[in-house]
Nanobody, 122 residues
Framework: QVQLVESGGGLVQPGGSLRLSCAAS????????MGWYRRAPGKERELVAR???????NYADSVKGRFTISRDNAKNTASLQMNSLKPEDTAVYYC????????????????WGQGTLVTVSS
């Protein structure tokens, strides 16, 4: 059984900061890439940030310079530091794992967390 569990969402004022965390559990050998996606009300899900097991990152243009993604390969965790938050960052944020390989050899192409709500409002 593999799970991604997110934490750290909540209500924050514009200009504030939040840190989201994601922990993958299970008998995991490796995860190729981990990322954060979000779905705002009435919009499609979009990529926010992604990081490979080699540390390569990419970000949505709307969050560049404000958000930072990091991961701990040994612990199978990923974090998203969000600074200078704007009302338009309000969304449910989902953690994603790509090519998650178990110790027994099975590989999940994608695994998703349940989502955590981030609300940016005064």
């Amino acid at each position: 059984q593999v799970q991604l569990v997110e934490s750290g969402g909540g209500l924050v004022q514009p200009g504030g900061s939040l840190r989201l965390s994601c922990a993958a559990s299970g008998r995991i050998r490796s995860i190729n890439a981990m990322g954060w996606y979000r779905r705002a009300p009435g919009k499609e899900r979009e990529l926010v940030a992604r990081i490979t097991n080699g540390g390569d990152t990419n970000y949505a243009d709307s969050v560049k310079g404000r958000f930072t993604i990091s991961r701990d390969n040994a612990k199978n965790t990923a974090s998203l530091q969000m600074n200078s938050l704007k009302p338009e960052d309000t969304a449910v944020y989902y953690c994603n794992a790509e090519n998650l390989q178990l110790r027994v050899g099975y590989t999940y192409l994608e695994v998703w967390g349940q989502g955590t709500l981030v609300t940016v409002s005064s």
